[in-house]
């Protein structure tokens, strides 16, 4: 069992000072050498500096090096730093912490992470949560179909990136999926019906493309006779009094 080593934010070493520094260096090359330092070495005394630096970086391959130290230090810390992520006014600190969660892989967070982030004003942010819920979910039947019952919320969002997203997340939580999917697919929005019924040719036929399920799922929505336009009421003859 790995050694949960006390963190003291107030003792920052030379080494630390320095590896603080070059995560802020502007060269992203020097940046991604100083994440792979400190994953390398593991030093608690840097949580709070690799937290902080996810949530600010713009480089994509220095992000996945960050959330990987962070996986190698002590995890009942780490996960509590983490945890305050998910609250922060900043999109890109909470998408990282969602992200850093998947990879430290702990199911415990599951009871923790706000739901609210499943319906996050952010794409990015809400399509990490929607892959990392599914990921670190119990196995029991209930709770991943309530959780069915969350994301089917959200179809219809987004380009086809964000429905090809959620879509994933849904096929993955296996076939407790089927019931909310079929109620979305009698959505009067034909977008998320359409999404809806895209989804569920990927739950039964995953080897099917997302484009060939979506183009699928509109020839199914545009065929069902309860979606055929209706004619709109005739006007009212207008009241005419006596001569």
Known sequence: M????PIDPTHTTPRDARLTGALGAEDPSVR???ALTAGSAPDPGLLDALVERCAVEPDFFVRDML??????????PALARIRRELDAD????RAQALHTLSKIGDRSA???????LLHDRDDE????????????????EETRADLAGELVRQLGRGDRAVRLSLSRALVDLGDVTRTALEGAAADPDPAVATHAAATEVLRQRPETGFDAAVDEARRIVALDPERAPRPAPAPAAPETGPC
């Open 2 to 5: 790995q050694e949960v080593v």
């Open 32 to 34: 991604l050498q100083a």
């Open 67 to 76: 959330s990987w130290a962070l996986t190698r230090l002590p995890p009942g």
């Open 90 to 93: 900043r999109a890109q600190a």
């Open 110 to 116: 599951w009871n923790w992470i706000p739901r609210a």
């Open 125 to 140: 942010v809400a399509r990490t949560a929607w892959r990392v819920t599914v990921a670190l979910a119990p196995d029991d």
